[in-house]
């Protein structure tokens, strides 16, 4: 065996499976269905890579149960359609191809699913209000969820993954604090909140026995105050335990935004925290237990040779490198893209309703649009102008494709603004995507990487190149200041460590992404920082997705950083920096001023047509391109740029 993981890659029984190791994948909802809710050959292809990647089990995300969707329910895979077998098995037969199992999360939907008509009946919002549902209705959804089951049976799948967690439906009515009915779901007694799950559990036995293996998700703790306890919900799944057979451990609630960090660990959180909730369910029951949120693969193998967990899930890495489980397998653990955290791929469907795209795998989401595309007709020789991560995705992918590379960078290091933004304590992850990208694009031999060189036409002529990749970045936006000294005032992308004090009393002009990140960084050094933005408070923190940005504004609040939405930066004087707030100004003492003020729009206009014209074919990516300055934009545009040439 090559892992330094030998734990990983044991295999384990879950009932009636044996599955080839103890890494599986975590449910995707992603939105690639067609409008009519059948599974797609988008949807197909999106899974496949998981499968022949090495995950012990591909997980198809939200597959709805209800047997008459809601009008608003597109692009989502409604399970009770009879004629979804034909769909469903050409998914488990790609997916179950190189021995993996095929496994479908089933979920019931609210009626009013796509509306904002009902209001919760506690106060609280609910994905589901357990609340306005009929006895019917529930006895409905449980023949809802054998029927599923049954259709995943018929189709080849292996396994269904009931979501128990988050608030979902089987959560609500187990809790005291969302669940206010007065029939035999109510709260009344610890037997009616555990009632709907378990006869959903036995519905989907009597309709499938044992050729289904039931995967059951539950929330540790959901972190709702009143809710229950871990020790509760432990007494709940020792209940259930006879008519499952997996646990998956997760917390967090999907309704309440601040809780949803929970659920997708952002960058700023740390990784592995639901192992020791985990721990505590491994000890009290006798199948085996999984867990997810953000694991490592080091402390995945340390918990299951601990005996604290059986399995792992991962979710986000397995979409930022598909054959991160093969990889680890083999030995190759340096090879592995890592996946940064950001939320782009979940923020998409869940916030915008748009099928997934990561911000480091540019093919993710595009299977059919890559996975078929012919080799290049002949080999050329091609410059890439820039080494941050535009130019090096630009590099790579034109190396693999067999073309001859000359990367020119007029810095002393690759990596672009990237070796500024990975420098925070809480930006490992991004600092692992940066260090890789480095080193995967330094192991091709065809490609000549040339740094302190600063692109001009002639430079470029002189390489005689058949093509051109343009990836200059973008130029930041510092306004006229009557003072403009540093280290007194200071461009957040280029703080020099070493060079540049940071003094004790900061005020950072933008509250986008790096401005907040920037306070962070420097209040959790014991500075007082305060954040101005010209926007209302609602649109602090452009740049990121939703879901950080509740979390990273948790976080300020707790650091006690100043955010003073709707105030203008007027100018910086030796002594002052001068606001306006509500048309008023007034001046406010500082010791460093950061600005943070995004990009200037096509800054670049006049250099990049320069650079164009020494070469007919010629492409312009990243932030050159007049696009938002995301990490999505530069490893996606690079890509397609390269794959064309």
Not at 56 to 75: E, K
Not at 315 to 328: I, S
Request: aromatic share 8%.
């Amino acid at each position: 065996m090559f892992t330094k993981y030998p734990h990983l890659f044991q295999p384990i029984r879950v009932g009636n499976l044996i599955l080839k190791n103890r890494i599986t994948s975590a449910p995707i909802y992603n939105f690639l269905a067609s409008y009519d809710n059948h599974i797609t050959r988008e949807s197909i292809e999106f899974s496949k890579p998981c499968g022949k990647g090495g995950a012990a089990t591909v997980t198809l995300g939200s597959g709805f149960i209800n047997r008459v969707l809601p009008p608003a329910a597109h692009h989502i895979i409604g399970m009770n359609d009879d004629f979804m077998v034909v769909f469903l098995s050409e998914w488990c037969e790609a997916v179950k191809r190189y021995g993996a199992k095929a496994c479908v999360e089933l979920v019931p939907i609210a009626s009013y699913f796509g509306t904002h008509e009902v209001e919760s009946s506690v106060g609280i919002p609910m994905e589901i209000d357990c609340n306005l549902l009929t006895e019917k209705e529930l006895k409905d959804f449980i023949e809802d969820y054998a029927k599923a089951a049954g259709t995943v049976l018929k189709a080849g799948g292996d396994m269904v993954l009931i979501h128990g967690a988050h608030c979902q439906l089987p959560a609500l009515l187990f809790s005291k604090v969302f669940n206010k009915r007065t029939d035999q779901y109510g709260p009344q007694s610890f037997e009616n909140r555990c009632r709907f799950a378990i006869e959903l559990l036995e519905a989907i036995r009597c309709e499938v026995g044992s050729r289904l293996s039931i995967e059951y998700r539950i929330s540790a703790i959901d972190m709702v105050p009143g809710s229950p306890e871990i020790e509760e919900v432990i007494k709940f799944a020792q209940l259930i335990e006879s008519k499952i057979d997996l646990l998956h451990v997760s917390r967090g609630n999907l309704a309440i935004n601040k809780l949803t960090p929970y659920i997708l660990p952002p960058t700023y959180m740390d990784h592995n925290i639901n192992i020791e909730y985990a721990s505590q369910f491994k000890k009290a029951l006798k199948i085996p237990v999984s867990t997810v949120g953000a694991i490592t693969f080091e402390a995945a193998d340390r918990a299951i040779a601990a005996g604290k967990v059986d399995m792992v899930a991962l979710g986000r890495q397995l979409l930022a490198d598909p054959d991160t489980v093969n990889k680890l397998e083999w030995g190759q653990e340096g090879d592995i893209r890592p996946c940064i955290r950001c939320n782009t791929c979940i923020s998409r469907s869940h916030f915008v309703m748009k099928p997934p795209r990561c911000a480091v795998n540019p093919v993710l989401g595009r299977e059919l649009d890559y996975q078929y595309m012919p080799a290049p007709a002949r080999k050329k020789r091609v410059v890439v102008a820039g080494g941050g991560p535009a130019g090096l995705e630009a590099a790579r992918t034109l190396a693999m494709r067999g073309h001859d590379v000359v990367l020119f960078e007029k810095g002393d290091r690759l990596g672009g603004l990237l070796c500024e933004a990975a420098d925070a304590p809480f930006k490992g992850d991004l600092l692992r995507f940066l260090e890789w990208s480095v080193r995967m694009t330094l192991k091709f031999k065809n490609i000549d990487v040339r740094l302190k060189a600063d692109v001009t036409p002639e430079l470029i002529k002189n390489e005689n190149p058949d093509a051109l990749i343009i990836a200059i970045g973008a130029v930041p936006y510092i306004p006229e200041l009557s003072f403009m000294e540093r280290p007194r005032v200071l461009y957040a992308g280029g703080i020099e460590k070493g060079r540049d004090h940071i003094g004790n009393k900061i005020l950072i002009a933008g509250a986008g992404l790096t401005g907040c990140e920037t306070a962070l960084k420097y209040s959790r050094e014991g500075k007082t920082v305060t954040v101005i933005d010209t926007l209302p408070k609602e649109k602090l923190g452009l740049g990121t997705s939703p879901m950080n940005a509740y979390y990273l504004f948790d976080l300020l609040e707790k650091q006690g950083v100043i955010l003073s939405p709707e105030t203008r930066l007027i100018d910086v004087t030796a002594e002052h920096v001068i606001v306006e707030k509500v048309g008023k100004q007034e001046k406010l003492e500082f010791d460093t001023v950061i600005l943070a003020l995004g990009y200037r729009q096509n800054a670049n206009y006049e250099m990049i047509k320069v650079l164009k014209e020494a070469v007919a074919e010629s492409y312009v990516v990243g932030d050159s391109n007049g696009s938002d300055g995301a990490i999505w934009n530069a490893i996606t545009s690079a890509y397609d740029a390269a794959m064309a040439i």
